[in-house]
């Protein structure tokens, strides 16, 4: 008796875990991690790439040994225009760099 309700709770556990993937896998699509401006300002290297979906700014970093990361962008306090002039300026300074 002991060993089956040890097994359904084992189960019911597993299943759980499967659940909870599941749902935070919708969450991160749904809501990708953001990046404050100021951590793009202090990159040395490495790329990233700039886009405006939805009316938000989406930025792909990618690091040296070349893994791409989606970070939406967090500009608060700074206007949006001003935050892509900001984007552009760094990602120019990052190609000249990896030239």
Do not use: R
Request: glycine share 6%; hydrophobic share 45%; no cysteine.
């Amino acid at each position: 008796m002991k060993k089956t309700i040890i097994f359904i709770i084992a189960i019911l556990l597993i299943l759980s875990i499967v659940i909870l993937q599941q749902i935070h896998s919708m969450y991160m699509k749904k809501y990708p991690m953001q990046i404050e401006l100021k951590t793009i300002e202090g990159f040395q290297d490495g790329k990233i790439i700039i886009e405006e979906k939805y009316g938000k700014i989406f930025v792909t970093v990618v690091d040296k040994s070349g893994d791409a990361h989606i970070h939406l962008l967090k500009h608060e306090g700074v206007p949006k225009t001003e935050a892509l002039k900001i984007l552009n300026d760094k990602k120019q300074e990052l190609d000249n760099k990896n030239l």
